[in-house]
């Protein structure tokens, strides 16, 4: 009897371990996840090396880098801040230019080119706003125009040329002064273009000589806005 029993049991375990064996090969674990991983999802999901963001084969590569951008900054003012007296004509015989440095010049720049120029429109005149200091062939290799240029004399020390577009008026041929009317705010644009050649131009080079000639050499602009009024 025990040994009927013995052999029962014997074949009921040789039962289930083939049931067991059979069902596993039907349903087989994914290869290569881990525990509690989705199907089809790789162990190391899905910024795996190699997965998007990471540079590997297929990605993309690195993505280049941008430059930074060319731009224009000042001690004495700032962008959309109000210009001070002492560079107005309210300051009279005191009145100077204010300092302007920048960075980020473009590698191919020849010389630098500074418009100043009331961006008002002028009642009953002509197209152009009034010109308040243009300083053109600035060095490749300036970084700042500093406070208080000398207006007395067209060529500076650098070899830059400079007018307001009234040259000999007063004996100043440099910054004049913002000086507007009573009334509204008026805008002063202080613009510096990079180009990428030196302009061959004579000392009394009118705004529109200069603007020809960079026409088709601007590499690069930057530019600070001040206000004021009276």
């Known amino acids: 009897m025990r040994t009927k029993i013995n052999l029962l049991l014997m074949a ?17 674990a994914p290869a290569g996840n881990a525990p509690g ?27 280049r880098v941008q430059p930074p951008a060319f731009a224009m900054m000042s001690t004495s003012m700032a962008d959309g801040s109000f210009l001070a007296v002492k560079y107005t004509c309210t300051a009279g015989p005191a009145a100077v230019s204010p300092d302007l440095h920048w960075m980020n010049a473009p590698r191919d720049t020849a010389s630098f080119v500074l418009i100043v120029h009331d961006m008002e429109p002028r009642p009953r005149k002509a197209l152009d706003d009034i ?26 020390p650098d070899g830059s040329m400079q007018t ?6 007063g004996g100043n041929s440099g910054y004049r002064p913002p000086c507007p009317p009573a009334g509204p705010s008026h805008h002063y644009a202080f613009e510096l273009f990079a180009i990428d050649q030196k302009l061959a131009l004579p000392e009394n080079a009118t705004r529109a000589d200069v603007l020809k000639a960079m026409d088709g050499h601007i590499l690069a602009h930057a530019a600070l806005i001040a206000p004021y009024h009276q």
């Open 12 to 28: 009921s375990g040789f039962l289930l371990l083939g049931v067991a064996m059979a069902l596993a090969q039907q349903n087989p």
């Open 37 to 63: 991983a989705r199907p089809g999802q790789p162990a190391g999901g899905p910024q795996g090396p190699g997965g998007p963001g990471q540079g590997g084969p297929g990605a993309g590569g690195p993505g």
């Open 131 to 156: 010109l308040h200091w243009m300083v053109w062939n600035i060095p490749p290799t300036a970084t700042q125009i500093p406070e208080a240029v000398p207006s007395n004399a067209q060529q500076l």
């Open 164 to 169: 307001n577009g009234n040259p000999g008026q």
